[in-house]
């Protein structure tokens, strides 16, 4: 079964980037801290990396962060998505309107105008026709931003939560759940590794 599962590192007060985010710096000031068990060699570490990108069926992102990705200091081979763990599972972007042009164009991305909603939507799809080829349960992952998660969490679109716990306290930055919608979370799974604490929630 295809799952709804949001996955963001975030730091130990709430912000998924440091302060002053943007192009050239993309995480804010600080902000590498969040994903420094990503890049890790620690093979526990590996090991979450792996078991959680194995699962990408369909990948959600907004604009800013595809801007990011896809910008001259964005992805390449060997910081794209998984970090070289996983293959390649189709791309669905939230936009209000497609770029003119992509340079990572041997990932295959989608562009939905209609809202988050039908990206959902449109990314499960594409992760049950993976799942029906590969013979194997795949699932929708929500990468981010920050925003496009909460916004997810808000709509009650989310299965599942995870988060990485990054040891940083960042004081200022893009905040997780800030004005989120109370909801109920129950906890499936917690595993601590040198660089972060892994937290698996159902979102009920």
């Given at each position: 079964m295809t799952?709804?599962?949001?996955?963001?590192?975030?730091?130990?007060d709430g912000f998924v980037t440091g302060p002053d985010p943007?192009?050239?710096?993309?995480?804010?000031?600080?902000?590498?801290?969040?994903?420094?068990?990503?890049f890790s060699e620690d093979?526990?570490?590996?090991?979450?990396?792996?078991?959680?990108?194995?699962?990408?069926?369909?990948?959600?992102?907004?604009?800013?962060?595809f801007d990011l990705v896809d910008?001259?200091?964005?992805?390449?081979?060997?910081?794209?998505?998984?970090?070289?763990?996983?293959?390649?599972?189709?791309?669905?972007?939230?936009?209000?309107?497609?770029?003119?042009s992509v340079r990572l164009r041997t990932l295959d991305w989608t562009f939905v105008t209609t809202g988050l909603p039908d990206a959902v939507g449109a990314a499960r799809e594409r992760a049950e026709a993976a799942s029906a080829r590969g013979g194997q349960d795949l699932d929708v992952v929500l990468m981010g931003g920050g925003a496009l998660i909460r916004s997810a969490l808000d709509a009650g679109l989310v299965d599942t939560l995870s988060l990485h716990l990054a040891p940083?306290?960042?004081?200022?930055?893009?905040?997780?759940?800030?004005?989120?919608?109370?909801?109920?979370?129950?906890?499936?799974?917690?595993?601590a590794t040198p660089n972060a604490t892994h937290v698996t929630y159902d979102v009920l």
């Open positions: 799952r709804i599962v949001a996955d963001i590192s975030v730091s130990l943007g192009p050239g710096n993309g995480l804010g000031t600080g902000g590498e801290a969040l994903h420094t068990w990503a093979p526990d570490e590996r090991q979450v990396l792996r078991e959680g990108t194995a699962r990408s069926g369909a990948v959600v992102l907004g604009r800013r962060l910008g001259p200091d964005g992805w390449d081979e060997g910081t794209g998505y998984g970090a070289g763990e996983v293959g390649r599972p189709a791309f669905v972007v939230v936009t209000a309107s497609p770029p003119a940083v306290l960042l004081g200022a930055g893009t905040p997780l759940f800030a004005g989120a919608v109370p909801r109920p979370l129950v906890r499936r799974g917690v595993v």
